[in-house]
Structure formats: C-alpha cells, structure tokens
C-alpha cells in the first residue's frame, strides 16, 4: 500500500494546506483544493489593481481612446505571468516570462507593421520607438493636461504600467508582500493627484482600491498563516495602538491643511508637473494658460525683431472645436503640407491693402511642436528639421522637431483695416469649414442670453463683434489669475464659460472663449488663438539685411495669451482684444467711448507694452541668425538636470541604504536593552542572535528548541567551514543561548555569571559570521538583510521556546497550545 505524502505545515513548507490550522475550510482532507485557481486569483488581483487606478488617468490624457491599449497591455502581461505560475515556474522564470509579454504586447499594439510577424521586436521596432519616445518627450514638455493621446505617449504609459503590474506581482507573490504591493497602485494614483486639478477623482480611486482590497483577499485566503500565529490570542495592545495612529492621522490631516498653500500657489501650482526631460518651457497648445501666467520665473524666453509698426502677437495654434468640457487644437494631419518655404496666406485673393512684415526670431528654451509667428505668415526661412503647416489656420508644426533654440525669420502680411472696412464686410459667409461656424450642442443659456442681449440692435457682424467686445472689457469685468482657481473654473470648456459669465472675473483664455462662443451663437465664425501679447522692448536691436536695425522685443511664459479670430466675408480672420488690461486693442477695434475694464485683482502694471516700437537707446546692431539667449528667467535651466541628478543620485543612495540603516537601528536597540539589568535582558540578546543567524543563512525553525538551533548554528556548514564556528564564538552563542533558557524556565533571581556582555558577545559572533561567509552573504547581509525582510513581510521571528509551538498538519490535528505547557513546566519548578 502507498502512503500519500503528508504536507507539513512548518516554516517552508509549500503547497494548499501550508500554513493553515486545521478544520480549515481552505484546504485539507475532505475539501476542495484550490491551489491551481490561485495564480489565476491573484493575477486577476493585480489586473484590477493596477488597470483600475488607471483609470485616474483619464484627465490626465483627452478622452478614452488611450484606455483599450492600457487594458490590453495589463492583462496580458499579469495572465502571463499567472500562467506561468500555473505551470509550477518560479521566480526569475515569470518575471522574464512578464517582461517578454510586455515586449510582445507592446510591439503587437503599437509597431505591428515594423516588427517580425506582427509581434516579435525587430530592429526597425527599435527605430519606431526612439521615435514615439521623442513625440512623447515633446508631450510632456510642451502641453499641459488633458494631453492628446498620441501613439507616443500612449506607449510610454502602456510601458510604465506594465513594468509595474511586474513589480506589484513579484510584491504579491515571490516576496510575499502583498500590503506592500499597495505602493505600485499608489504610484499610478500620484500622476493624476499631482497633475489632474480635480485630483484622482472617484472612479480611478475606486479601481485602485477594489484591486488592493482583492490582493489582501487573495493573499490571505491562499496563505493565511503568513506572519501570524494561530495559537495566540491577539495581542492586547493593537487595539490601542490602532486607536492612536488613527487620532495622530486625523490630527495631523487636520492641522496640515492649514499650513499647506492652496493649488494656486506653493510648490506645485495647478497644472505643474513633473517630467524626466526637463523644465518645461513651451506654451501650452491645450491652452490652460493660468499656470504659465501664474508662473513667478518668466520660462520660456523668446527674443525677436520687426520692422512693423508696433509689436505684433506671435501666434502659435488655434482652437476652433468647442465642444465637450475640453478645447484643443485640431492637428489636421491629413491636410497639412510640408515646408515652409512658401505659405499661402490666402489674403492675396480677399484683400487688396496689406503690409508686409518682416520679424527675426530666436526661440531659446521655448518647447513647444509648434511655432510662435506673426499672423499670417508666408514664408518662413532658416528653420532647421521638417516643418507643416495648416492651410486652414497657418499653424506652423515640426513634423520632427520642435522650436527649441530654432532662429529663423518670418515674412507675413497684414491687411490695412479700418472700422469701415470691416462694417462693409456684410456679405453671407461661405468657402470655410464649417468647423469655424459650429455651434456646439450644449452652449450654456447664459451664454445666449448674455450674447442676444449684448449684441440687441446690432445690424452687422462688425456691430456685434464690437459689441461682444465691449462688453467684456467693461467695468462689470475683472483680470485675475486667481478667481478661477478659487472658484473652481479654471481651465476651459462650456461649463468653465458659464460660470465666467456669471462670476465675471478670469484671465485671458475665459474672455477669449466668451467671444468665440458668443460670436459663433451670433452667426459669426470664430477661433480662439493661443501665443503672445506684444512683447516689451529690450534695449538692443537686431540688423536684418535689407531692413537695417529693428528693435528687439522679449516675451516669456508670463505673456502667454488668448485671443479671439473672426472671420469677415471677403477680408478674412481678424484679431480682437476682448481681455481687459492685457495685449493692445487694434484700432479697427477701439472704440474711444467705451470704458475700459480698470478693475483687476492684480497688479498689471507693465503688462501692456508701449506703442513706442523705439528702444530708448541705440546699441550697437548685432546680425541676423540672433544670438542664442538665455535670458535673466531661464539663466538657471542650464543648472537643473545637474541639480536633478544630484537629487536623484541622493535619492536612490538614500533607499539602497534604507534597509541597512534599519537593521542597525534594531540591532543597536536591542544592544542596549540587552545590556539593561533586570528581567527579560536575555530576550532581545537571543532575538538578536536569530536575527545574526537569518542575516548569514542560518535561519531558525519553527519546530527546534533553542539549544538545537544554537547547535546547529555553532556547527554549520553555510559558515564557509567544515566545523562551523570557531571556539570563542561557539562559547558566545552557548552563553546566549543558556542566559535566555534561564530567563525564561528558570526560577526567579537564577542566571549565568559571565564578564562578557551580551554586547560584546553578539559582537564576536558578528565577526566570525561576516570571517566565514561569502562576498555575497556579507554583501546581502549588510544592504538587504534577509531578517529585516523577513519582518517587513509579516514573519518577524519570535524568540524561540524550549517546545515551540507544535506544527499543525491535516494528519495530526491540533496539538497542545505551547502557553499552557509552558506555565505547567514553570510550576512544577517552582513548587
């Protein structure tokens, strides 16, 4: 007859039944095993975990065309892995197994096309991805959120969460860390509560919690014995220990919000960020102007020269889609053409007075796919990469690169109007997408009441347009850059408009919308602008050949600005300045009787330049291609990946050492309470030997005594040496050993009389542990302790008894409880 082998439920042992007590319900004689759905349990686990707090991205990127990639990428990488473990591979094994899934998946989503059979990487793979990494790179560094969702930075989030559904997995299961796990989820959760300003939102929380929640569940239900004991009440002290840490949590969320700046201010401002390519400096296309304006440090510096009148607006991209809670620019991809050597305007057919301008530019450290101009450009020269443009915007964009340190001179037009002009242009629109002309499904009432009532009596689209205008830079409006954030309608979108109108006061992006939308409601097609106010003279000049010495101007990130286009039949687009105490209003605009919005909730000295394009002295002229500057605002970006890499480098050194600054602490406090006179001195000594022993690959066992695990410490061979420790040692562990069987099975007062301290003995131990081991075990000794891992997972060991408590197996059933045989031992000695 053949016996079933029994599995024990020791420290070690594997299978279903390790680790539980008997009867229960889990596993054991009589019941299902589970043990093949676990892997599939907890893989399960992790894909919710990690693709639920995921879902806190949306916000972060446009919509939830980015979602299926994400979702697709989780869960074939965590059921790989769950598979692997199905078919009983361990360790490095499924991690390379989930690292290969994730190349799998990755090439098959995103370079299907430019790999082997769809899905294996090839060397054109390679190419592709230096590629979306760079279009990536251009996102984070030039928008702010929500992003557009393109091909690169979806690839790089797919990326990013993949690698963690490893990391949270190899926590769960290898490591047997499974509340640790709950550190991963949480650094999916950070992106969108730095980033987002409405934070994580409810339902990336959610996500993110049933799937820590189910990995608890499953770990405990596979392995309920990891770092408890079953024989032993809970201890009387959690209870209250529990109780304190929650009032000192409570306490402190309460006290700190009373000292931390609200999100308009500090150290990270509404819509701030961090990104691994550097400071961003570009003008936000997504047009969420109100960090850039808010910024203190003018980033972004940008220098350029005219022979126009006055300063013009550098126009970067246009918004003309208004629908949903979020405005972007439409790339048109598909319609736009490459080169700019020749630009057409298309003013040449509908007007016949314009003005041509010539404007040198030097972007610096301005970031952004797309180039800050003056309307309407025809020609741009000196450009380095490719360039497109859009024939129904003019937006310039790189195809390969973008505007950082680009030089180059713009020659553009601009039509000579005037009121009249403009009031003659009365013809029924037509030959435009009508993109420019739709008015969304859900425009706020207040929307068309405001426009119906301010544009009654107005027979002509000028008339209206004027009136829109002056409206919005009446006195019943303010310029502030913090009622919106107060308010809680930062950013753009319908719902953001209504609440403008009703409050009246925000900042350039807000009067820019009302105008678009409220000309639109009125017939009028309109867009919304996203670039510069006229800049401010900087003293120098800039000789351009053929145009002599032009004055310079200067912006940077604290001149970003809106404006609304409206299109006149047979003129073409035509600029407003609806913002009060911001930009210049044009003169075909100004109306002289109108009052002007003076109110403002901040200082805005200085923020509309002179007219007076003459710098007040003539310096030398310096020659067209401009220098390169750096400029007082960005003087410091040079020094940040420096300072970065320092604080990164720091950073990492500081949590390679964590685990070795935390097994010294313990190792020292145990030391000293050991050297203490009086009762239970013995205790930390031994738990310290143990802890000595984990360290150097001598754990200790559940089911020894700890005369045998002092013996088979003084005697093993992982020590590097046949006879195991040497003579001085071996008497140092046995006096350890005798001092805590006397402490706790001798009678009161008895002990063992040595002139060694327990201090001095650990020591000599130490050293002869570290003499004997190999490079590795001292090197794993010393920065990652297995003991100190071994707490961290739940399993801190417990000082070992001269019984210890009895293994608990499916064959045997419930032995005795160790503490009432312990207390019977110590009465027979006694009596």
């Known amino acids: 007859m053949t016996l079933a082998p029994q599995r024990s439920t020791a420290h070690g042992a594997s299978g279903p039944d390790a680790g539980r007590p008997p009867g229960d319900p889990r596993g054991g004689a009589g019941r299902p095993n589970l043990a093949g759905v676990e892997p599939w349990a907890m893989g399960l686990a992790v894909t919710v975990g990690v693709a639920g707090a995921a879902l806190g991205l949306n916000g972060v990127l446009r919509g939830w065309a980015w979602y299926p990639a994400v979702l697709t990428t989780v869960i074939a990488v965590a059921m790989t892995m769950a598979a692997l473990r199905a078919l009983r591979l361990r360790g490095v094994l499924v991690g390379a197994g989930g690292f290969a899934a994730l190349a799998l998946v990755l090439t098959f989503t995103f370079f299907r096309q430019h790999s082997i059979a769809g899905f294996i990487p ?180 940008i220098t350029y020269a005219t022979n126009a009148a006055a300063a013009p607006y550098l126009r970067s991209v246009t918004v003309d889609s208004f629908d949903g809670d979020t405005w972007a620019p439409d790339d048109r991809d598909a319609s736009r053409q490459t080169g700019t050597g020749r630009i057409d305007s298309g003013l040449a057919s509908t007007f016949a007075e314009q003005v041509q301008v ?259 002295a003539t310096p030398a002229p310096s020659v067209v291609p401009l220098p390169s500057t750096g400029g007082e605002a960005g003087s410091g970006s040079r020094y940040l990946p420096a300072l970065y890499g320092v604080g990164g480098l720091l950073l990492m050194m500081l949590l390679l050492a964590t685990p070795a600054l935390a097994r010294e602490g313990i190792h020292r406090r145990r030391l000293k309470a050991s050297g203490a006179a009086g009762p239970g001195s013995a205790a930390p000594a031994w738990a310290e030997l143990q802890d000595l022993a984990t360290d150097y690959g001598v754990p200790p066992r559940n089911s020894e005594t700890p005369r045998h695990f002092a013996g088979r410490l003084s005697g093993s061979p992982a020590l590097g040496e046949p006879g195991g420790l040497d003579a001085p040692a071996h008497d140092a562990v046995g006096s350890l050993t005798r001092d805590f069987e006397h402490q706790e099975y001798g009678r009161p007062g008895a002990g063992t009389r040595t002139d060694d301290s327990p201090a001095d003995r650990i020591a000599l131990v130490r050293e002869t542990l570290q003499a004997n081991a190999s490079w590795w075990t001292r090197l794993r000794a010393a920065w990652l302790p297995p003991s100190l891992i071994a707490r961290w997972r739940g399993r801190a060991s417990t000082p070992l008894r001269a019984v210890s408590a009895p293994a608990k197996t499916a064959r045997h059933g419930a032995a005795e409880s160790w503490p009432r045989l312990r207390d019977a031992v110590r009465r027979l000695r006694r009596g």
């Open 122 to 301: 090839s060397g054109d793979t390679l190419d592709q991805i230096q590629r979306y990494l760079r279009r990536a790179s251009e996102t984070v560094l030039a928008e702010t959120t929500p992003v557009a969702p393109n091909a690169g930075i979806v690839l790089l989030i797919c990326a990013v969460l993949g690698l963690l559904v490893i990391l949270v997995d190899a926590l769960c299961v290898p490591l047997d860390m499974p509340a640790t796990s709950g550190l991963g989820i949480l650094a999916i959760l950070v992106v969108p509560a730095m980033i987002k300003p409405q934070s994580v939102g409810w339902l990336g929380f959610t996500g993110a919690a049933l799937g820590f929640l189910m990995i608890l569940a499953c770990s405990h239900w596979f392995h309920p014995g990891s770092g408890t004991r079953t024989d032993t009440a809970p201890s009387p002290g959690q209870l209250k220990r529990a109780a304190v840490t929650g009032a000192m949590a409570l306490a402190l969320t309460l006290l700190l919000q009373l000292v931390v700046p609200g999100f308009d201010q500090g150290t990270f401002p509404q819509g701030s960020r961090l990104n691994p390519w550097g400071t961003s400096n570009g003008l936000n296309p997504m047009i969420s102007l109100g960090n850039s304006l808010r910024s203190p440090a003018g980033t972004g510096r």
């Open 358 to 616: 010539v404007t040198a530019v030097d972007a610096g450290q301005f970031t952004s796919p797309y180039l800050p101009v003056p309307y309407a450009p025809e020609a741009v020269s000196g450009l380095t990469g490719r360039w497109s443009w859009d024939p129904a915007t003019l937006s310039i964009k790189g195809v390969d690169v973008n505007s950082r340190n680009q030089q180059y001179v713009v020659t553009s037009v601009a039509p000579k109007l005037t009121p009249t002009v403009l009031a003659q242009s009365a013809d029924q629109v037509r030959g435009i997408p009508d993109t420019f002309t739709r008015i969304p499904a859900n425009v706020p009432q207040i929307v068309r009441q405001t426009a119906d009532s301010v544009t009654a009596g107005s027979k002509t689209s000028y008339a209206k347009a004027m009136a829109i205008q002056t409206y919005l830079r009446s006195t019943a409006f303010s310029y502030s850059l913090q009622s919106p954030v107060q308010g809680g309608y930062d950013g753009n979108g319908l719902s953001v408009l209504a609440d403008f109108l009703t409050q009246k006061s925000g900042y350039c992006i807000h009067f820019a919308s009302a105008m678009a939308v409220m000309a639109r409601v009125e017939g009028i097609p309109s867009r919304i602008a996203v670039g510069y106010a006229p800049g401010h003279v900087t003293g120098a000049t800039v000789s351009i050949p053929g145009r002599g010495a032009l004055p310079e101007y200067a912006v940077d990130a604290r001149d970003a600005h809106a404006w609304p286009e409206l299109y006149f039949q047979g003129v073409g687009w035509v600029a407003f300045e609806p913002t009060p105490s911001r930009g210049v209003v044009p003169a075909y605009a100004t109306e002289p009787a109108a009052p002007s919005g003076a109110s403002t909730n901040e200082n805005n000295d200085g923020l509309v330049p002179t007219n007076d394009p003459k710098p007040s």
